[in-house]
């Protein structure tokens, strides 16, 4: 076990619709860290927060959005879904910038049908 | 940003054998490199790490060395085992987003 909780683990819903996938990270990780896994594919960086703020951004389409709350914890938002946004994602957590290691959940699998 | 580079995609070894997976990375600000074995349907998780100040590093059976002029950093498993079979990422950072290789599928066959 991680200490990283990301639910719900599975999610089958509709071309178009919208889904939030949730990320509690490891207790004392200021940075969330969001991943797309596509079937057989590598980690596609997605977007980076630490402490609140927006820290980096990756190949994150505009149709997708996050924030990390004051809580710490972290929601990825995915609207208009088409079928290829069917994947696995991930969110990973660490103490902050420059601390190495990244602990991952286990995933939250979306499928779009 | 960062590009990281991994080849190569399969590797088939038998049991006994090494293997060796390269990456290549872009940033010279990088300073970080992680590997992650992933199995299947689970998540990822570091077997070895360097820093951008050391150029080699051994943990039991598995190896990394880093060349910071050339930018590149590779994995060694030596004595593989079929437990070894997985997913192997690289990954480079600089202190904000790590990225990471596209994955290396290592089958040890027995």
């Known amino acids: 076990d991680s200490g990283v909780t990301q639910t719900p683990k599975h999610l089958i819903t509709a071309t178009g619709q919208r889904v939030t996938l949730r990320c509690s990270p490891r207790?004392?990780?200021?940075?969330v860290y969001w991943y797309q896994q596509s079937l057989d594919q590598g980690l596609q960086f997605l977007i980076q927060?630490?402490?609140?703020?927006?820290?980096a951004k990756g190949n994150i389409l505009e149709r997708f959005s996050a924030q990390q709350f004051p809580d710490l914890h972290s929601e990825l938002n995915l609207s208009s879904l088409e079928l290829g946004d069917s994947a696995l994602y991930f969110c990973?957590?660490?103490?902050?910038?420059?601390?190495?290691?990244?602990?991952f959940g286990e995933g939250s699998r979306l499928t779009v049908l | 940003g960062e590009n990281v580079e991994q080849h190569p995609s399969t590797l088939s070894v038998q049991e006994g054998d090494s293997a060796v997976i390269k990456c290549t990375y872009s940033?010279?600000?990088?300073?970080?490199f992680p590997w992650y074995k992933q199995e299947l349907g689970k998540r990822p998780q570091l077997i070895i790490d360097i820093r951008s100040n050391v150029g080699e590093k051994k943990d039991q059976r598995i190896a990394v060395t880093l060349n910071k002029t050339a930018k590149h950093f590779s994995l060694h498993i030596t004595e593989t085992q079929p437990e070894d079979s997985a997913v192997y990422f690289c990954a480079a950072t600089n202190n904000n987003d790590m990225r990471f290789g596209a994955g290396t599928r290592l089958t040890v066959k027995p």
């Open positions: 990973a957590s660490n103490r902050g910038v420059g601390t190495g290691e990244l602990f």
């Open positions: 940033d010279s600000a990088s300073n970080y």
């Open positions: 927060y630490y402490n609140g703020e927006e820290r």
């Open positions: 207790s004392g990780d200021l940075s």
